[in-house]
């Protein structure tokens, strides 16, 4: 499945990681990767299906449980995929703090929430993003994606320092 999914015949890994049974000690990894394939297909229906039946597989884990979140963090890509962005705003919201992948659904929330027309949710998740705390990581699109916001609310001196900003930094 894996060979077939990086030579991109994603139809192929599907049905590859569809054989691994769930009790196979590369069950959970198998799920997660038949979804993905299922995604790149974009046959999101059943990419969805994959995610929701890894995330109930990961139901009595510990909420910070790596499985778990990155299952609940491709569910909520998928339902993104879907433009479904009440779906997947309300999966993003439901990514623990303390995990490692919070970050990134803090950053592809706020696409949604774009996306949604909820200017002021995506100009809050951009205050977050753009905090002291987080200087360290190199998260470029992010600033463009404030000028979005900026430019959809048309706050246009706002959204013309951002975009210096961008050329100063980057």
Known sequence: GEYKARAKQHAEAA???SKVTETSRYGQRALYNEGLSWAEQ???GRAIKAFQTLLSMKRGSEVTDNVR???Q???ARAYYQKHNWEA????YHK???DSEM???ALFESTW???RAAKFRSALSNLQSLHSDYYDDFYNPESLILRAIVYLYICKYDEMEKVLRLFEKTY
Do not use: S, T
């Open 15 to 17: 049905q590859a990681f």
């Open 42 to 44: 974009n046959e999101v």
């Open 69 to 71: 979140v990155g299952a």
């Open 73 to 75: 963090l491709a569910l």
């Open 88 to 91: 997947a705003l309300e999966l």
């Open 95 to 97: 990514i623990p703090r």
């Open 102 to 104: 919070w970050h990134d």
């Open 112 to 114: 949604a929430y774009l």
